[in-house]
């Protein structure tokens, strides 16, 4: 099946804002997640997004959608050193079972000084 | 304060010696997820449970079972675990049908095969 695809990696300066991008693939998707991984950890959920809305602020958080291309953006602003991390966009499937996430490639992240 | 538990953090194991990774949760969820992270890749549903009811994924492989005893926790089990099995396993759990569906995720447990 097709994936949801994010660009590999991105380095930015602290203070800087950090944009990283998701193509997602099913149009059916009522929510929209950003994911944060630090090394060896779990999954920390950093914000969402409804889809029937185009953006969303949160603090230095905001993120875009735009349904019709099915693109996804997080955008950081004044990145500091502790943003550095994969972030995963993720879409959700709702199944009657439970609802089903289906991840994005992940995109590292490296702030540097 | 941790919601959903994973243990033990590391685990190593021989190769086919069976190993069975561990999972609670303090939130009452309804929904408890597998997920299998192999490094530089995004986590990869393997199944999940709605309360009793065990929903695995077409392309789980038979070696992978899981258990779930009580709301409270749920296992991954590995009957045969092989290199390629080296992976992080992560545990999710939702709720269902609230809000914004978000999964809450527990630290992971990081599998390694000798």
């Known amino acids: 099946g097709e994936d949801v695809e994010q660009s590999l990696f991105l380095s930015v300066r602290e203070g800087d804002s950090s944009v990283i991008n998701c193509t997602y693939t099913?149009?059916?998707?009522?929510?929209l997640y950003w994911y944060k991984q630090e090394p060896g950890a779990g999954l920390q959920l950093l914000t969402y997004?409804?889809?029937?809305?185009d953006m969303k602020q949160d603090q230095r958080l905001t993120v875009l959608l735009n349904k019709k291309d099915k693109h996804l953006s997080l955008r950081i602003a004044d990145t500091q050193t502790g943003d550095s991390a994969i972030y995963f966009c993720?879409?959700?499937?709702?199944?009657?079972?439970?609802?089903?996430?289906?991840f994005g490639t992940g995109t590292q992240l490296k702030v540097e000084l | 304060d941790a919601m959903v538990i994973q243990n033990p953090r590391y685990q190593v194991t021989q190769f086919g010696k069976p190993v069975t990774l561990s999972c609670s949760q303090t939130l009452n969820h309804n929904v408890m997820y597998w997920y299998q992270q192999k490094s530089s890749q995004a986590p990869k549903l393997l199944f999940h449970y709605y309360d009793k009811d065990f929903n695995n994924e077409a392309d789980t492989p038979d070696n992978f079972q899981s258990r779930r005893p009580n709301t409270s926790f749920c296992f991954l089990d590995i009957r045969s675990p092989g290199l390629g099995d080296a992976a992080m396993y992560l545990c999710?759990?939702?709720?269902?049908?609230?809000?914004?569906?978000?999964?809450?995720f527990g630290a992971g447990t990081r599998l390694s095969v000798l």
């Open positions: 993720a879409e959700i499937v709702l199944t009657g079972g439970g609802n089903k996430l289906t």
């Open positions: 997004i409804f889809s029937n809305m």
């Open positions: 099913d149009s059916s998707s009522t929510y």
């Open positions: 999710a759990t939702s709720p269902v049908g609230g809000p914004k569906n978000i999964q809450y």
